[in-house]
């Protein structure tokens, strides 16, 4: 049986920060932070947003680009995201219920840091393949967290990406799907703790890297492929500079993350970042595109795609909700202590 793609949708909140606004607060030079990590701007999700929020707009336009699909028909949803709103009440429920997909339905929220939402699309192919389900709805999002003054703080930003996953109408066929894991903590948030730590530099070299390059490896030489023969590819993007380097290191040109890559205009979603440079991506996407993906989550592991447009995407209804391109015009820019409000890092006190 074929699974794949049969319908997406993203949502980024609208609020910007600058790197420079930033470390003007902190004695830093925030353009230079920015420059260094390859971000100009990242999102910032208003009081009222938070990832159930990100989660149900980016599933009602995934749902509104496929009218014909019951959402009775869904038979199960799975969020992953690090920033769930509660620590015991599950996101999924709510959103399951906002898009009219409950009762008949399982349902669960996800972590695995920034690779939850990729995880959710294997564990939906699964079901999907087994004939568990005839629908599965997968979606990463996240407001994500950075501690005040920490180099966290220049990227962690908000947003998330849904996807519906079938074996009917198929706009984009996942070919193939696997994972490399590793006990690696190179980043961590204990139960209670508002904001994450993390290993500097070591999340880079042993962590990030390692994880791409291995699952990108079995990839390539699973389909016995090369990086020429995809026209996109999509990396994990905790900054600008990290995805950069490793489609260089794997043999992928500027020209092929060229739509996936989001993070210098608005930040790390974490969770939602390869979702929503895939989203981006399937919004440029002709029938016969060959797309390379590859996840990334802390502690360790990343997963592997390998998709192929299909013709379906002539007849699918993209324009029943806005493309990302469209999503992020128009940004409202912030100054820190708006940012620290909206973000809760001040509050009034009572």
């Not at 929020?53 to 869904?74: L, S």
């Not at 501690?147 to 198929?170: F, K, Q, R, T, V």
């Not at 996840?295 to 699918?316: E, L, N, P, Q």
């Amino acid at each position: 049986m074929e699974v794949g793609i049969v319908s997406y949708g993203a949502y980024v909140p609208r609020y910007r920060i600058k790197p420079e606004e930033i470390g003007r607060i902190w004695g830093v030079d925030g353009k230079s932070m920015g420059k260094g990590l390859m971000i100009n701007q990242k999102s910032v999700p208003s009081p009222d947003e938070d990832v159930v929020t990100i989660a149900t707009e980016a599933a009602r336009y995934m749902m509104d680009r496929v009218p014909e699909v019951d959402p009775k028909d869904i038979g199960a949803i799975y969020i992953g995201s690090e920033s769930h709103p509660y620590a015991v009440k599950p996101t999924s429920t709510i959103v399951a219920e906002a898009i009219g997909a409950t009762p008949a339905m399982t349902a669960a929220d996800m972590e695995f840091a920034c690779k939850a939402g990729t995880a959710g699309i294997q564990t939906c192919m699964g079901l999907v393949g087994a004939g568990m389900v005839k629908y599965g709805v997968a979606i990463g999002s996240d407001t994500s967290q950075g501690a005040p003054g920490d180099a966290l703080e220049y990227s962690a930003s908000a947003g998330g990406a849904a996807y519906l996953i079938g074996s009917e109408n198929i706009i984009a066929r996942i070919n193939k799907t696997l994972s490399f894991t590793t006990d690696t903590p190179d980043f961590w948030r204990r139960e209670g703790q508002p904001y994450p730590l993390h290993g500097g530099r070591f999340t880079g070299e042993p962590a990030y890297f390692r994880h791409i390059t291995s699952a990108a490896k079995m990839m390539l030489e699973a389909m016995g492929t090369k990086p020429e023969d995809y026209k996109h590819a999509v990396f994990h993007q905790p900054n600008g500079k990290f995805p950069t380097r490793v489609a260089a290191m794997l043999g992928f040109t500027p020209e092929q993350i060229q739509y996936g890559l989001l993070t210098p205009e608005i930040g790390n979603t974490y969770s939602g970042a390869v979702p929503l440079g895939l989203a981006n991506v399937l919004d440029h996407a002709e029938p016969g595109d060959r797309i390379f993906v590859t996840s990334y989550g802390s502690g360790a592991g990343s997963d592997a795609f390998d998709i192929t447009v299909t013709d379906a995407i002539k007849d699918y209804k993209r324009d029943n909700a806005p493309v990302l391109e469209r999503i992020l015009e128009n940004p409202v820019y912030v100054d820190y202590g708006t940012y620290a409000k909206f973000k809760g890092k001040i509050v009034m006190p009572e």
